[in-house]
């Protein structure tokens, strides 16, 4: 048995897997009925508590030669299986001098922003200079306080100058 009692206090140790949890405890007193007490303020149908392991997970979805159609943001989505998505952070690397973006200026120490996160689609407005390829890195942190460990990334070059053409005779 889990149990370990001492007078009026007993305790269990239980090793739970990942998910959400509502508890409940049934007292016996001898020669009376027994009762289940709910704790939490959640009613039973619902979870008071949640067992969440596993890392978050990120994607950058801004990828590739970049053109006109460039909306202004760089974007991607986070998804988590177990507690959900509390937020994302990027990091923007140029690759003509490897300076990391930190919200205001390029600088050579390596910086994570925050994004704009909705349902569970990120966004981060950012305007690229022309002609510039960037590396982009995504890091989700989940409800729980986990924080991914291994990153979104991929690249892209903003290139809006139409390629010159001369007729040919």
Not at 27 to 46: C, D, H, L, M, R
Request: hydrophobic share 40%.
């Amino acid at each position: 048995s889990p149990f370990v009692s001492s007078g009026s206090i007993a305790e269990a140790q239980v090793t739970l897997p990942p998910g959400a949890y509502h508890w409940q405890v049934r007292a016996t007193a001898t020669g009376f009925q027994s009762a289940y007490v709910s704790f939490g303020a959640n009613p039973e149908s619902s979870s008071d508590f949640m067992i969440d392991l596993a890392e978050p997970n990120s994607t950058v979805s801004t990828a590739g030669p970049i053109g006109p159609g460039y909306g202004g943001s760089i974007l991607g989505t986070a998804s988590d299986a177990t507690s959900g998505v509390q937020a994302v952070e990027v990091r923007i690397q140029r690759t003509s001098d490897g300076l990391f973006w930190d919200g205001a200026a390029f600088q050579a120490a390596p910086a994570f922003v925050a994004t704009t996160l909705t349902g569970g689609n990120w966004s981060y407005a950012f305007g690229p200079v022309e002609g510039e390829s960037y590396a982009v890195s995504s890091r989700a942190t989940d409800l729980a306080g986990i924080v991914e460990t291994t990153l979104g990334s991929a690249t892209f070059l903003f290139d809006t100058i139409a390629p010159a053409s001369s007729p040919t005779t």
